[in-house]
């Protein structure tokens, strides 16, 4: 074999070889493409750059909101869930998005401090982080706790004597649970075949727990009229977030 066909062999192979680690990294980056599901931001104000799609310098920013249940296990993305990003130190210059079909939203700003806010029903989550001065994925993940109880305890006044619950009375609630973490939020409704009927949310003011018994101090976001609170088959779900950020290159 001549030099001229030993140098077009290992041409051919390093040709091969680059190949091989190209189709590599796009597969790599089409499958981070699925996993975050990149939707841009919609709504921009005043004070803010947002950098354009050839602007390599700036980081990603993704967002995803999911709704777990943790016995029998389920998971599901929660969609056109209102997001904001809000730089630290500039006004009220803020981004808005909503997640789309899988739960994710994504921003590309430049570097700085940043504040993302996400809410589901009654649960609020801001979160605080820097974005680098590099091209990287900064992953935020809100993780929306969802428990239904198989049996519960309620204690409660009707103080005015009126026939309605306000949102300043307290109400106790008692219940057993191996898989609750920490009662941010309850849930007051009536099942049906396929869905149910919300019934009334209530924030927890406090949460005593011992041997996997909870007692809850609760509040609602509203007036309840006790009309509404049929006392047969009502059921309740208790809510908590959980916030994960993870960082990719």
Known sequence: ???????????????????????????????????????????????????????????????????????????????????????????????????????????????GDYIISARYLGLLGNVSLTLPNERVWVLVTYKFFRQPLDSFKLEFEDKSDTGIIYSEDLVKMKFYSKVVEKPELVEFYIPLSKSYVKIVNYKVISSVVYDDEYLLTLAPFENLPLSRLPYYNVKASIYWLNIEVNTFR
């Open 1 to 111: 074999m001549g030099k001229a066909s030993l140098g077009r062999w290992a041409l051919g192979i390093i040709i091969l070889i680059l190949a091989f680690f190209l189709i590599l990294s796009a597969a790599q980056s089409f499958r981070n493409l699925q996993i975050l599901n990149v939707e841009w931001i919609k709504e921009v104000r005043e004070n803010l750059i947002v950098a354009s799609n050839n602007n390599n310098n700036n980081p990603y920013l993704v967002v995803r909101t999911l709704l777990i249940q943790p016995e029998p296990f389920s998971s599901s993305p929660l969609v056109d869930i209102p997001v904001t990003l809000t730089p630290k130190g500039k006004g009220n210059s803020t981004l808005y998005g909503k997640t789309g079909i899988r739960g994710s939203v994504v921003f590309r700003v430049p570097p």
